[in-house]
DNA sequence: GATGAATGAGTTTTCATTCAT
DNA sequence: TATGAATGAAAACTCATTCAT
């Protein structure tokens, strides 16, 4: 019963840009879909040439290694969140209604893509590969950032309560979140997540507005 | 990069009163400092051997599998979490005064032994090994559960919010906590916990009291 | 056919003084069979399991590396060498008498242990892993240093041609017995090494001394 | 550290011969440049393909197997060879003469491809394949058999001394060259072989000529 | 001619566990 | 109790070669 291993390796800082070819999206989608499945220790080369239906080698034509893979993932999830915030920014909303829209957009995010989260919330698993333990550091990190900034106008409006520090209000938000999720993937799916989060983010709104 | 291997077992459902000996938690206490000091995939046997100046196979005398000696790390965070809250039953207070008590001790806790934190939050890990994900799984319910009473309580006693479900308000707690250390980990523990989980425990009492 | 893999590495600078157990012995002797008998392309840690019949992770509880096996035959060379060395400078000789020992004992070195010769002047071979390159090529360079070190003196003794620098004399002479251990190993062992080498001995008496 | 992998093979025994088309004297180039840069572990079919900016497939439109590009590079510098000796033939010099031309056209073209050494002198690499290894053998066979020509009959002119075989003599001249050569590649051409084989050829002289 | 995807057999290494002593 | 050697199953990755298009 192996967990993880990734080998020593050479990936470049992925660029932003990047684009996958039809393969790579293929074997990023079956990874995924491996993950969900039987979770992120399963995702092993073998496994995956067989969901696949390929040799183990022929991954290797598409990506370098394993952990190109996994950074396809978070690439992946990165992409999202990049158009959901750009998307948020362009609406005329209040800073509770974008604190709400992004609420919902992550919980159906994860609710369609469970995998997804099995990845970015492992941050344990990823301790010894550098380039992937900063990926998954800065997509919290980022979040964070921009939570706490919509937070923070909302307070200099006067639309969010201000005897909380932004930071600690996007603490107990995103942490509630992932909190959720994971308590979600331990329960095999068998509540209804967009429902909860639903709840969740009413007691948002009720805290952030006193 | 492995992670964590463990092999089929026969490990029966853990005694809720078991005991260790000298020598079993002299091999509990350096699994936790190899997890603190290199992570929870450097627990391998080799390792763990190393630190206790024993040969590889002298474990096997005192667990019957890594997976004993993991349960065993379990056990001991329960059997701290029992004793606190005990600690907490006796003693006549508010409910808003028990959180920040609960608080304080959990941060304390896991400041003290960060890699508790690392056994704790690693239900991914554990994800393939049904006893030990069951176990986390409820270590992780049997925390809500309580907190969730506690606060029902103060609200039943008015000290507490109404607006906010008791379990939205433990959702919130329990995941900014969680997310604190999560981050500390992360982050080399080159931020001071005790003065940040402080922060917290504020913020959380101004959120509950409104 | 693959013919030679090895992988990263932490090897620390090999110990000169550093013993070998029986088991290691065994391995290494192993080795240089192996070598000799198949090239030091079939130097697999398969192949050599399979040789001292064991499986193939039990080589590693002897040697952390593949490496660490080659630089152990490189050693036993080096200890050959360093050992008829310091028994030349104990004897009372003429340089043109040193230079008849040394290559008398390099010879009958080769002679018994063929697969020693097959490392020693594989510096191809090791083109890319850093600490068994600089190994070969020290070995190489101390050989020359005390050979041109023996033909200096002589030469300043009168007792060996001035009319060609020390280092020519060794480039001609190394280079000789190289090329004749090569062709030996080339026909596959078919020419008596032993009366050859002395048949170079004589032409060197006879170059030296004019 | 794979060093080089060549598969079964049925390539017939290569004609004397041999012409090669254009589209297969720039594979052999690229793989002469290759080895030259990188070592002839990095001869690899992919390597080859990104060197001529084709598929990998497209190679073996060109050539069978790999083997057959090596036979190829082999080829050419049999080629040279033959040439030069022809050359040499022609002229009207003495023996030493003839063997200072030869060394010096010897030492210009490996200053000039230094690739072709490493494939010339890597016998134990190609040691499990046999027209491989048969290829480089004649070769080796082949020069030695030419100088011996030469030293015995300038020996017969006395222009050469007597007292040495001319198998010693050349014994000793080819194995300076090839060890001075080795060193130069091993020393990543860093001194200049030019000067070196210069020296080489007047210590070569001196003791041809007593 | 050329492509590029795929294969299969190979490589080194890791590690929980067992067992004779 | 303890040792240390051994195992076996797994892991990630490499590469010469094939082949449908």
Redesign the interface.
């Known amino acids: 019963?192996?967990?993880?291993?990734?080998?020593?390796h050479n990936t470049k800082k992925e660029n932003e840009l990047k684009t996958y070819t039809d393969k790579q999206m293929e074997i990023i989608s079956s990874s995924i879909e491996l993950i969900a499945e039987?979770?992120?220790?399963?995702l092993t080369i073998k496994n995956l040439s067989q969901k696949i239906n390929k040799a183990e080698g022929a991954i290797y034509r598409h990506f370098n290694s394993k952990i190109e893979i996994l950074l396809g993932i978070l690439h992946l999830f990165r992409q999202n969140k990049d158009m959901v915030l750009t998307n948020l920014q362009l609406q005329n909303l209040s800073a509770p209604e974008k604190l709400q829209n992004l609420l919902s957009k992550r919980i159906s995010y994860f609710a369609a893509s469970p995998a997804i989260a099995?990845v970015i919330?492992?941050?344990?698993?990823f301790?010894?590969?550098k380039i992937l333990?900063d990926e998954v550091?800065q997509i919290?990190e980022d979040s964070q950032k921009i939570m706490t900034a919509i937070i923070a106008r909302g307070q200099a409006d006067h639309q969010i309560r201000e005897?909380?520090?932004a930071e600690?209000?996007t603490?107990?938000?995103?942490?509630?979140?992932?909190?959720?999720v994971?308590?979600w993937?331990?329960a095999n799916f068998s509540f209804d997540l967009s429902a909860e989060g639903q709840?969740?983010r009413e007691?948002v709104t009720?805290?952030i507005t006193?």
Chains 1, 2, 3, 4 share one sequence.
């Open positions: 019963m192996p967990i993880m291993r990734v080998s020593a039987k979770g992120i220790q399963q099995a919330f492992s941050e344990e698993i301790q010894n590969d333990a550091f919290l005897d909380i520090p600690q209000l603490l107990l938000i995103t942490g509630a979140l992932r909190l959720l994971t308590k993937r331990l709840k969740l007691s009720t805290i006193k």
